[in-house]
Structures are given as C-alpha cells and as structure tokens.
Antibody
C-alpha cells in the first residue's frame, strides 16, 4: 500500500526541540520531492518546508526558517523535520506530503500532533 | 496573511451548484502558475481534488471542476451532496516567495 506515516509528535515545553519522522512505503521514495505541512488547531494549512529528491534544493517558510531543518534518508525511505526553539505557536498537526512530478501534493500522511506548552 | 484569499465559508443545498473563489495576484495565479485544490474532512488529512487548474485525480467525481481567469481561480461543485461538506484549500506557487507553494486560507463548505 502506498502510504506515509508520521511519528515523533508529542508534548514539549517552550524552547525545547523535537524531531519528526515520516516513513514512506509502497513507492520509490527516492524519486519524489517531499514537503512538511502543518495545521494549527482550528486553522488552515501552512506549508513549512520542501526538499528535493537529492536534497540539493530545500525551502523553508519564513515562520520556521532558522529553527526547523528538513532532511531525508533514501536508504531508510524516511523524511525528517528537526524542530528547535519551539513556541506555543508551533502547536499543530504536522503532515508529511509527497510532491508529484507536476509539483502538486498527491499523497498525505495521517499527521502527528505536536503540542508546545509549559 | 495568506497570499491566496478564500471566503471563510460557503453553503448550499443538496443538488445545487456552488463555487469557491480563490483570489491571488500577478505573482501567483495571474502569472500562469497551476492552481490545485485540496479537500479536508474533519479529523482527516487533506486530499488532492484538482491539479493543473482543472484536472481530477482518479476517483474524484466529475462533479468537481476547477477554472482560472486572470488573478483568480474557482472550484465548482455541481450536484452538491452531503459528503461534500468539508474544508477546501486552493494552492499555487508565488514567484516572490522562495518557497514550494502557498495555500489559501481555506473555505468551509456547509451542505444545508
């Protein structure tokens, strides 16, 4: 089955760090660029970061640039998001998403919840 | 503030036709970049509805269609059904941002 499965979410205190993982299965992970997208409670979708197939091209949203780091390991069919200096505004469901050859997201994970609170 | 603007909510009765607008600018929709639409039911992950402005992935009913004119795009749903009640997001690329893309703020569709 073609799927993405996020993990690593949880409750952390402000200022702490957290690493999210996304396990890909059922398709050739190394052939696809990937995104991280988040959704705060009751809010809309917010694109966070993009990584190309060979990691040569990486983009970040202004809201997370300098605090979040995207990476991938094609040998492990996995995508990562290292998040540091977390604030309560980072509380959200975090989705990993596959980018098609046409540039649109054609596959989403189920999401992992990150809660930042003291 | 999202660069792509959508109304917070729209509603319609079963069987009706509704449209959801997505207003952009000359640096995104108006520049000719593709518009995508995603559907999200409560408590679930988003799902691709329309790509390439007016193409439907396999499995998406032909009741759903997309269009674009100038700096705006629209999602149309014909023959509204109860299961269409969901949040809808437009998405495109903006050449002023060093980014993969941008999402609209989202529109909640209520089927009366």
């Amino acid at each position: 089955e073609v799927q993405l499965m996020e993990s690593g979410g949880g409750l952390v205190q402000p200022g702490e760090s957290l690493r999210l993982s996304c396990a890909a299965s059922g398709f050739t992970f190394s052939s696809y660029s990937m995104n991280w997208v988040r959704q705060a409670p009751g809010k809309g979708l917010e694109w966070l970061s993009y990584i190309s197939t060979n990691s040569a091209t990486i983009y970040y949203a202004d809201s997370v640039r300098g605090r979040f780091t995207i990476s991938r390991d094609s040998a492990k069919n996995s995508l990562y998001l290292l998040m540091s200096s977390l604030t309560d505004e980072d509380s959200a469901i975090y989705y990993c998403a596959r980018v098609s050859a046409g540039g649109h997201i054609d596959l989403w994970g189920q999401g992992t919840l990150v809660a930042v609170s003291s | 503030q999202p660069v792509l603007t959508q109304p917070p909510s729209v509603s319609g009765a079963p069987g009706q036709r509704i449209t959801i607008p997505c207003t952009g600018s000359s640096s995104n929709i108006g520049a000719g970049y593709d518009v995508r639409w995603y559907q999200q039911h409560p408590g679930t992950a988003p799902k691709l509805l329309i790509f390439g402005t007016n193409n439907r992935p396999s499995g998406v009913p032909d009741r759903f269609s997309g269009s674009k004119s100038g700096t705006s795009a629209s999602l149309a749903i014909n023959g509204l059904q109860a299961e269409d009640e969901a949040d809808y997001y437009c998405q495109s690329y903006d050449n002023t941002l060093n980014a993969w893309g941008i999402f609209g703020g989202g529109t909640k569709l209520t089927v009366l």
